[in-house]
């Protein structure tokens, strides 16, 4: 049973950064695919980065809303996926979640493990 564990949320200002951290433990975060999703109130969860399990022809992709701005990444000695987020927006405001399956795409319904979620505001 794969936990996670997400951190770095909170209040900033329009144009601003943060980094958000998942932490994985019980099990190999890199054999899993990986991804960050949000939700705004009143919305559809929305996949925003995913980013395949280690091995030939790992790809991360992109949510059009977030592309050139969010960057994915994951640190295999830590058990760690990270997103930086910059340029914020308002539009931004959402929980964020972090999670894991072994099928790709990424697909919410697919997901084998979820984390509890860390709230971004982004105030204008």
């Known amino acids: 049973q794969v936990r996670l564990a997400e951190s770095g949320g909170g209040l900033v200002q329009s144009g601003s950064s943060l980094r958000l951290y998942c932490v994985a433990s019980?099990?190999?975060?890199?054999?899993?695919?990986s991804a960050w999703f949000r939700q705004a109130p009143g919305k559809e969860l929305e996949l925003i980065a995913a980013?395949?399990?280690?091995?030939?022809?790992?790809?991360?992709i992109y949510a059009d809303s977030v592309k050139g701005r969010f960057t994915l990444s994951r640190d295999n000695a830590k058990n760690t996926l990270y997103l930086q987020m910059d340029s914020l927006k308002p539009e931004d405001t959402a929980e964020y979640l972090c999670a894991a399956s072994s099928r790709w795409p990424m697909r919410d319904l697919t997901v084998d493990f979820w984390g509890q979620g860390t709230q971004v505001t982004v105030s204008s």
């Open positions: 019980g099990g190999t975060l890199s054999s899993y695919h």
């Open positions: 980013i395949r399990r280690s091995g030939p022809g790992t790809s991360t």
